[in-house]
């Protein structure tokens, strides 16, 4: 890997995938790390009551075999974790060598996750249009902010980024290219979305990512490629791909249709890295190993004129 090339951050997304059980939370961490070899463990914090009208709150989750209550609202009481709760997610991502990470989805849970001081909080799609919550974590978070734009058009996402550039964090914000569906065919992934980012903000932000919700992990490979083929044209930083995680894919709830088990997410870790190593141009004309070959197989004049 060049000098200049920093390795891609994996973020395992575990979301709300831990059914609102701590120990299956824990146990996401732990897998993720040391089976997966992932670089980030995500979760995600909302103030039920400030996100959701009171309407959405107290309507039946619309697919009830998802519903771990009675009310949408009840069903995303079930899955929310405390601050306290959060703080031992931290403690058990730091003994197990992968940073911690959550969404903030509202500016309540962005002040109670920003004390906690984590290296990153993300925005997501829903949300970032959001400029309070965001205003908020300009002024009093100094990680990194990372935001994805799915269901977001052109000009909603460069004000995004105006937003952050006029307050000096845009070299601490990450945009990320998405498409918001749960799972994502592949025709709508739009890989070349990164490429338009890239040449659009790449060099006012900190990092373009990709956040998938498709199925398999070809299209994140793809994504590694076409944002690394940008950054060698100097269009700025492609750093984090983020996919959902889960123990189980037949798992109750919304997300685990679109996520990686743990051998698909450790696939990814290393197709990653191997990949990444080969996205390279050539340091000579005749590397050391093509030269032994080169030696033994290739007809060149110089052989030719010897052995005459």
Known sequence: ?????????????????????????????????????????????????????????????????????????????????????????IAECKANGIAYSTSVWDLTSAKEMAVLNPPLLKIPSATNQH???????????EGEIH????????????????????????KDLVVYSCTSGYPVAFEDICLFEIRNLMEKFGA??????????????????????????????????FTHIERHFTLDRTWKGTDHAASLEPDGLRRLCRDLKNVDLALEYKGQEILPVEQVQRDKLKWVKEQHAKAS
Do not use: W
């Open 204 to 237: 006012t932000v900190k990092g373009i990512g990709f956040s998938g919700h498709h199925l398999g992990i070809a299209a994140d490979v793809a994504a590694l490629a076409v944002g690394r083929a940008m950054e060698a044209d100097g269009k700025g930083k």
């Open 1 to 89: 890997m060049s000098q200049t090339k920093s390795p891609v951050q994996v973020i395992a997304e575990i979301g709300c995938n831990h059914k609102g059980d701590m120990e299956i939370a824990k146990e996401l961490i732990r897998v993720a790390a040391h089976v997966c070899k992932a670089d980030v463990a995500k979760f995600q914090k909302r103030h039920n009551r400030e996100l959701l009208t009171a309407e959405q709150y107290n309507t039946p989750h619309p697919v009830p075999s998802n519903a771990y209550g009675d009310t949408y609202g009840a069903h995303r009481e079930f899955l929310e974790f405390t601050p306290e709760q959060h703080q031992e997610l």
């Open 131 to 141: 400029y309070d919550l965001q205003g908020y974590l300009c002024e009093n978070y």
């Open 147 to 170: 935001v994805s734009t799915g269901m977001s058009t052109g000009n909603e996402i460069a004000d995004l980024v105006k937003f952050y550039a006029e307050r000096g964090r845009a």
